[in-house]
């Protein structure tokens, strides 16, 4: 995978920053009770592009994977285990690339899609994937190849690259020739065209029955994105959550239980 620290250094500070922003995530430790939660759960890394993702499961029965979004990490979403667990499913949560207890520095939405797949190749059949803001847009680039589930979930993420590029060059003040020049750095980093990110070219992997989930306030990923999602997605639901940001969505009681309830769901007409 590249590694954006050792990119040339450009001479614009606002470009410069753009590709940073897009590219290289903090990475956030455990806390002392997720450290405890996850204690007896570790399993070997995975060793994945010159990498090691690091990689837990919670308890047995069919496989929930959870993915977590940009500067996160795994355990963020360990309200979802307990419960999970308790419904007869065991649970694989990681570490996307450059987060967490994982190895690298650099990574991106197709990174991460990459790191499902091969997590969840790792992992065998998987009945339902739960990802949060990038790590739903991950998921959704994993089915566009190949993999398949019987369930999703998605809270609060962005469907298509394009309008993500396009807000953090303006977010960085970045005038046209400079917002071409990252939008053309951006498709070297992650090895495709932006618009093959998008959800007119994912759509076709959407065959199983989704649940969106997201706050019509987010600041950080606009409720419009699920909504686009939902359109395009003819087993979905979308529902609207108020007063949960684009973070709290991962603690909140409703959403838990709702995100669980659909997973224990039959497939059943």
Known sequence: MT????????????LAAARHAFATPERVPLSPQ?????????EPPLRHEGLKLARWTLGQGPRVVLVHGWNSRGAHLLGFASPLVEAG?????FDLPGHGD????????????????????????????????MGSAAALLAFAHGLQV?????LAGPSSLTPMVKGLA???????????????WVEGFIGTRI??????RLQHGLRHAGLIVHDAEDRTVPFAASEALHAAWPGSRLERVSGLGHRRVLSDA????????????????
Not at 106 to 130: D, F, K, N, Q, W
């Open 170 to 184: 303006a977010a960085h003040g970045l005038g046209p020739a400079d917002a071409a020049a990252f939008a053309g």
């Open 102 to 133: 994982s190895s690298g520095h650099a990574a991106s939405v197709v990174h991460a899609g990459r790191a499902l797949r091969a997590v969840m190749a790792a992992a065998g059949p998987v009945h339902a994937v739960i990802g949060h803001s």
């Open 89 to 93: 499913f065991s649970v694989t949560l």
């Open 3 to 14: 590694d954006a620290a050792t990119l040339p250094a450009l001479a614009d500070g606002h």
């Open 34 to 42: 997720e450290k405890a939660l996850l204690a007896d759960a570790a």
């Open 150 to 154: 019987r369930r999703s979930v998605h």
């Open 254 to 269: 409703g959403v838990i239980a709702r995100s669980v309830a659909f997973i224990t769901e039959s497939d059943a007409p």
């Open 195 to 200: 618009a093959h990110v998008d959800l007119d």
